[in-house]
């Protein structure tokens, strides 16, 4: 029996031999003390890579991300987002519940936000109007195909917004793929930004956790946060050690996945019942709406077939690439798709 193609997300990437040997003989020690060595490595190692003066191990990236909302902002405050942003769509409104903030979406250019859309709906300085407390940005942007933001449009952004004094929050959970498309760092992409999420746990293949990056002062109020969260986790290193292996090895062959998502969509295309613009992929994930079923009915077609995909909307499917599915497993994708 041919075993399970799944595309559903790089969330289910498996960890290599190296990470599983690296967390078996990791040192460890309590990390609510500080005191975990691999952990401290870890965040030390991904505050040098990024630029940025220190480095919190997170389990997840919605906490990344809702620390650094807690930490930039006051109660009864707006948050600037993309309208089909992670923060503001898929983290269960804590923004709200946890930091007493409401969301202020707005549509971006497929996903990408310019400071002129921004600048357009922050507050102004009158008595009966929610101030604005952050500005946050996503990259690569998930719900927008995996499009990716430029070094040069995060600068403006940043530029301009901490003229006016307001902070900027970067949802990088897939930035390693951004700077792979770019040809460009992560330093360079996020240099501007005042905090910084990544995940170990999507294409770098990690088995768990999240990193968020900032100051050292915003560091330091962070780990205080996290611990509100429940996030205060004890020998920790066996985790940490993976994600070092995945931080120092696995950016540099994830070109492999932008490539197979371009394969994928170029052959899409050319299918009868699905529409889509290969042009328009730049990383790992594919968007294409669905004409002539469901969704839902395509994804248990395609299920049934030994493919899984994800239904992201009543006639529109996403598909992501990642180190768990090759060539291979790409054309034998499409076959499936084609009869499904």
């Not at 003066?53 to 909302?69: C, D, H, K, R, Y």
């Not at 004094?165 to 498309?181: C, W, Y």
């Not at 170029?266 to 968007?287: Q, Y």
Request: glycine share 8%; aromatic share 6%.
């Amino acid at each position: 029996m041919e075993r399970i193609i799944d595309l559903r997300s790089d969330t289910v990437t498996t960890p290599t031999e190296e990470m599983r040997k690296a967390m078996a003989q990791a040192e460890v020690g309590d990390d609510v003390y500080g005191e975990d060595p691999t952990v401290n490595r870890l965040q030390d190692r991904a505050a040098e890579i990024f630029g940025k003066e220190a480095g919190l191990f997170v389990p997840s990236g919605t906490m990344g991300n809702q620390v650094a909302i807690k930490l930039h902002t006051q109660p009864g405050q707006e948050v600037v987002v993309e309208e089909r942003a992670h923060i503001f769509n898929y983290e269960m409104a804590t923004m709200a519940a946890f930091s007493g903030c409401l969301a202020r979406p707005v549509p971006g250019e497929r996903g990408l936000l310019s400071w002129e859309q921004i600048e357009a709906v922050l507050s102004p300085p009158v008595y009966y109007r929610a101030r604005t407390g952050l500005i946050t940005l996503e990259n690569t942007h998930n719900m927008a195909g995996g499009r990716v933001l430029s070094a040069k449009a995060t600068k403006d952004i940043t530029d301009r917004a901490h003229l006016k004094g307001l902070p900027v929050h970067l949802d990088g959970a897939r930035i390693f793929n951004a700077a792979a498309a770019l040809g460009t760092s992560v330093r360079d992409l996020t240099e501007g930004c005042d905090s910084v999420m990544f995940c170990f746990s999507k294409g770098l293949s990690a088995p768990v956790g999240s990193m968020l990056l900032g100051t050292k002062e915003f560091i330091q109020e962070a780990w205080r946060v996290r611990k509100m969260f429940g996030g205060g986790m004890r020998q920790v290193g066996v985790l940490a050690a993976a994600a070092l292996v995945a931080l120092e090895q696995m950016p540099c062959r994830l070109y492999e996945d932008h490539e197979n998502a371009k394969r994928l969509a170029e052959k899409l295309a050319n299918i009868h019942g699905f529409r889509l613009t290969p042009e328009d992929v730049e990383t790992n994930i594919v968007i294409a709406e669905v004409v002539g079923c469901t969704s839902t009915e395509l994804v248990r077609r395609s299920r049934e077939r030994g493919l899984l995909i994800s239904a992201i909307g009543p006639h529109e499917v996403r598909f992501v690439t990642h180190k768990d599915v090759n060539r291979s497993d790409i054309d034998r994708a499409i076959q499936i798709l084609a009869t499904a």
